[in-house]
């Protein structure tokens, strides 16, 4: 049984930190590319990083870039969002996701853990 199950959802002032967890069970990732996909209400889902399980390069959104950091602990089969300097349009359900790095296609999706920041 494949799980990603996120966590550390919450409420943070604007400013603030939340650190995001997804943990990856049920298979081997290692040929994956593992990301942090958001919705906020009445509107459409946005990637917002993502890395591969092997490493390599992180990707980041415009809108991210230089307050989120991705990262894995290959260990403990968990992928991480440190997200600091928060603002009031992060406001969203943190989704994580997975595909094969030779696929388009996210095979695998977590439940999703919200994040609400106050201003």
């Known amino acids: 049984q494949v799980q990603l199950v996120e966590a550390g959802g919450g409420l943070a002032q604007a400013g603030g930190s939340l650190r995001l967890s997804c943990a990856a069970s049920?298979?081997?990732?290692?040929?994956?590319?593992m990301a942090w996909f958001r919705r906020a209400p009445g509107k459409e889902r946005e990637f917002v990083a993502g890395?591969?399980?092997?490493?390599?390069?992180?990707y980041y959104s415009d809108s991210v870039k230089g307050r989120f950091t991705i990262s894995r602990d290959g260990a403990k089969n968990t992928v991480f969002l440190q997200m600091s300097s928060l603002k009031p349009e992060d406001t969203a359900v943190y989704y994580c996701?997975?595909?094969?790095?030779?696929?388009?296609?996210?095979?695998?999706w977590g439940q999703g853990t919200q994040v609400t920041v106050s201003s």
């Open positions: 890395i591969r399980w092997s490493g390599g390069t992180p």
């Open positions: 996701g997975a595909r094969r790095v030779d696929s388009a296609l996210y095979e695998y």
């Open positions: 049920g298979r081997t990732f290692s040929s994956y590319f």
